[in-house]
Nanobody, 117 residues
Framework: QVQLVESGGGLVQPGGSLRLSCAAS????????MGWYRQAPGRERELVAT???????NYADSVKGRFTVSRDNAKNTVYLQMNSLKPEDTAVYYC???????????WGQGTQVTVSS
């Protein structure tokens, strides 16, 4: 069973930064895509950023230029560097890992990010 464990969430003031980490229980090169989603209260879960095995990245328009997704294959860890945080970034952030054959999505438990003064 694959485990994805997020860390790094917390309370930060607007304009501040946080770095989220997602540690996988197996070699992350076995996943075709890894990434981050978030869910704010009363809203649907939405894509934040993804990264492929060759480090091709994709971002939601709302975070482009502020967030950076990266990976460290040696540590089986994916990161989300979040800068210039806004109150609307407040959400539970989930790490995800996808395999294509067979098609399956793994999810972490989530980590709370709160942006407030």
């Amino acid at each position: 069973q694959v485990q994805l464990v997020e860390s790094g969430g917390g309370l930060v003031q607007p304009g501040g930064s946080l770095r989220l980490s997602c540690a996988a229980s197996r070699n992350i090169l076995s996943f075709n895509i890894m990434g981050w989603y978030r869910q704010a209260p009363g809203r649907e879960r939405e894509l934040v950023a993804t990264i492929t095995t060759v480090s091709r990245t994709n971002y939601a328009d709302s975070v482009k230029g502020r967030f950076t997704v990266s990976r460290d294959n040696a540590k089986n860890t994916v990161y989300l560097q979040m800068n210039s945080l806004k109150p609307e970034d407040t959400a539970v952030y989930y790490c995800t890992a996808r395999t294509i054959a067979p098609k399956y999505d793994y999810w972490g438990q989530g980590t709370q990010v709160t942006v407030s003064s």
